[in-house]
């Protein structure tokens, strides 16, 4: 196995530990846990997974991680008995009288499988593996992993828990996983609705014939024919020919020929029913395997961006484990497909006048950033672009300390909004009224953009430099 795939409880772990060390900071117990991770011979990906695991809290995640397990488990044989009641029902349905309408029955066992495998196909085709799980039995699984999960867990990462285990079956990995558990409810519907419309003519006399009020009885014929070619094909009937379908029009059908059209619909409901999604069962399964063998972290996250440095070889040990200096995120670049005009973000601003013009730059302002509820609003906003922006500007002041939480959230909204993140640091200017020395401020302001991979512009809005202001519409006009 490459040193950059791991198992799939490796990588929850991994992903839990990113994800609550980029809401809560790294904890100051992890100098350990690093040593242990730089000791190691594999590359990032191992590292991170090495150092997870060897910090204090993972303890707690693994019992998690198992008791999810389970929980997916059993959900998924709720889904399938489900499956198998509503195949039954289904048969039942289609047999409720003695005397059934062949082109009824076959649509009613056949219309919603065929309607739900082509839904299942557009959402596969249409949309990203981090938007949909492109199944309704894997969306009911899904949910119930994130409603559930919580109250059934009891480590101090539970939350961080269940959503590394959302973000898992987001990947293409995890839609193949829940594709698996679509068509197998569709497998199981299928098997059961069959073995009980068998059941049901072997003890029960039925008589199956057809009528049309719009349709022609050569339109009928043809339609026929044309669902009776694949079965006969696979020789599972015999081909039907014009007279024997219209010996069995409501009405006119012999006795004889009950068995055959009883044989007819099973054949049908065994061919366009079972048999697809069946191959599809061992296709999907057969994918979902190869991911998890190929299972890798996405190292260009902003969490494993920032841990990279620390665990890279001569990397000195943190003693109260805050992000290192050295330890610069990735730059970002505006996307090509940029659309519409950069967002202005103002943060913590001691500006009563929000926002301020600057010369020949026209904004889309998306709001402040000063509280939680603030900041929620800001990161839902972003993420509901259907095109990315040319950049996201954040309007900051020098007067303010940059803190980590700060920096989290910046990226953060970025990553929401798929690019470029300008940091505008502004009042640099009353900085000597508060006897705070300006270099110092803003190599501290330069330490954090490039902890979140961002371009610092030091434009004071009361005195705007000419050079500040150009290098800021510079970086606007940047492409990949």
Request: glycine letters at 8%.
């Amino acid at each position: 196995m490459s040193k950059d795939r791991i198992s799939a409880a490796d990588w929850l772990l991994a992903e839990t530990v990113r994800l609550h060390e980029e809401r809560h900071g790294r904890s100051s117990d992890d100098d350990t846990a690093n040593a242990l991770a730089r000791s190691s011979a594999s590359g990032l990906t191992g590292r991170l997974v090495r150092r997870a695991a060897a910090l204090p809290a993972s303890a707690a995640v693994r019992p998690d991680l198992a008791r999810l397990r389970r929980l997916a488990f059993r959900l998924a044989w709720v889904v399938l008995v489900l499956a198998a009641l509503a195949g039954t029902l289904a048969a039942f349905a289609s047999t409720a009288e003695r005397g059934i309408g062949f082109l009824l029955a076959a649509s009613s066992l056949l219309a919603l499988p065929t309607l739900m495998l082509l839904a299942w196909l557009i959402l596969m085709l249409a949309t990203r593996p981090s938007r949909a799980s492109a199944s309704l039995s894997g969306g009911l699984l899904a949910l119930g992993i994130s409603r559930l999960g919580p109250r059934l867990l009891s480590g101090p990462l539970a939350a961080e828990t269940v959503a590394a285990s959302g973000g898992l079956l987001g990947t293409a990995t995890g839609r193949w996983a829940l594709g698996t558990l679509a068509h197998l409810f569709w497998v199981v519907y299928s098997l059961s609705a069959l073995v009980v419309l068998a059941l049901l003519f072997s003890v029960a006399q039925y008589d199956l014939s057809w009528g049309t009020t719009l349709l022609s009885d050569e339109a009928v014929v043809g339609l026929i024919s044309a669902l009776a070619w694949l079965p006969a094909q696979l020789g599972l009937i015999e081909a039907p020919e014009a007279g024997w379908i219209l010996a069995g029009r409501e009405g006119h059908q012999p006795g004889a020929a009950r068995a055959e059209w009883a044989t007819f619909l099973l054949a049908l409901v065994l061919v366009y029913g079972l048999l697809p999604r069946l191959f599809l069962v061992m296709f999907s399964a057969l994918l979902a395997l190869v991911g998890l063998r190929r299972l890798k972290l996405d190292t260009r996250q902003p969490g494993y961006l920032r841990l990279a440095g620390v665990l890279s070889d001569g990397a000195e040990t943190d003693v109260h484990g805050e992000a290192p200096e050295a330890a610069v995120a990735r730059q970002r670049r505006a996307p090509r497909n940029a659309d519409g005009p950069p967002l202005l973000v103002g943060m913590e601003l001691e500006k009563p006048d929000w926002p301020v013009a600057l010369p020949g730059l026209s904004c889309q302002v998306l709001g402040r950033a000063d509280t939680r509820a603030q900041r929620r609003q800001l990161l839902a906003a972003a993420e509901g672009f259907l095109r990315p922006p040319p950049a996201l500007i954040a309007h900051c002041s020098a007067l303010r300390t940059p803190d980590e939480g700060g920096a989290r959230f910046l990226t953060r909204l970025a990553d929401a909004a798929e690019t470029l993140l300008v940091i505008w640091l502004d009042d640099t200017g009353r900085l000597a009224a508060r006897d705070i020395d300006p270099r110092e401020r803003i190599a501290d302001w330069r330490r954090l953009a490039d902890q979140a991979g961002a371009a610092l512009v030091v434009l004071d809005v009361d005195h705007p430099d000419a050079g500040a202001l150009a290098e800021l519409h510079a970086l606007l006009e940047q492409r990949q």
